[in-house]
């Protein structure tokens, strides 16, 4: 979904910001973050005391620094615990981790299109990292953000998917290979075993979701969903690649 936005012009933008004015930051207190994500994220759930204490910081931390805005829909406390666990997700591994590249996260309440309309036709797109003018920009669906933390998400959660992109972004390059987060040795490999991979889901022989054949980013942001929804089916079924996104991640989510 990157290239979307070589569609963004001034005008859209003025369309954003005149949907978007003041809007009250509905202030969510940490005591309450413990009851959403123990209704709403099952990750957050198999964790241990300790892990949770750690998950419930970094959930305030990302609350207390990232501005969370709805466009032609209000923004529930749940709406926010769950951006701020598909935030803290990828980066578990990590506790000093820091999204410095965004700034802000605009919540649609659907899908939306590359006019960032989100009613009328064509509106297929569920979440996109903004870069250009949009840089520091998240742009979701409410239903794929609630849907990618229901029970039948499958190996999908688009917001997770997205906040895969913008740690991919953060070397400077959405390409794939996210370099603040893996040995330089390891990058070839993983070129090679993404394109190995992609070669099976274009032949039918991968239950990976065939829009990561879109490209290397793509197939990242897709096979990082399925080692957060699923991860012992993925171990089961795609053991290197499970290996190297928990190298990748610096987690194990299977254990
Ligand atoms: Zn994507």
Not at 57 to 69: A, H, P, Q, R, W
Not at 107 to 123: A, H, K
Not at 155 to 164: D, Q, R
Not at 210 to 237: G, I, M, R, W
Request: hydrophobic share 40%.
């Amino acid at each position: 979904m990157v290239y979307i936005i070589a569609f963004i012009v001034i005008g859209l933008a003025g369309y954003l910001i005149l949907r978007r004015k003041n809007r009250p930051e509905v202030s969510i207190q940490p005591q309450q973050y413990k009851a959403l994500l123990e209704t709403n994220v099952a990750y957050y759930r198999k964790l241990d005391a300790t892990g949770k204490v750690r998950f419930e910081k970094l959930v305030d931390t990302f609350l207390n620094g990232i501005n969370i805005e709805g466009v032609g829909t209000e923004v529930s406390d749940t709406d926010r615990v769950l951006i701020a666990s598909s935030a803290v997700v990828p980066i578990f591994g990590f506790p000093n981790w820091k999204y410095k590249n965004l700034t802000n996260v605009i919540l649609y309440p659907d899908t939306f299109d590359q006019e960032f309309q989100f009613e009328g036709e064509n509106r297929s797109i569920l979440g996109m990292v903004g870069s250009g003018y949009m840089n520091g920009q998240m742009l979701l669906s409410r239903a794929a953000l609630t849907k990618g933390f229901s029970a039948n998400a499958g190996m999908e959660n688009t917001a997770i998917h997205e906040f895969v992109h913008l740690l991919d972004k953060s070397d400077g390059a959405t390409d794939g290979i996210p370099e603040n987060l893996m040995a330089h040795e390891y990058a070839a490999p993983w070129l090679h075993m993404m394109h190995v991979e992609m070669h099976r889901i274009a032949e039918g022989k991968s239950d990976i979701n065939p829009y990561a054949l879109t490209n290397e980013a793509e197939f990242l942001a897709v096979a990082s969903e399925y080692f957060f929804e699923k991860p012992d089916q993925l171990q089961h079924k795609h053991p290197e690649i499970y290996a190297q996104l928990s190298l990748i991640f610096g987690q194990n989510p299977v254990s």
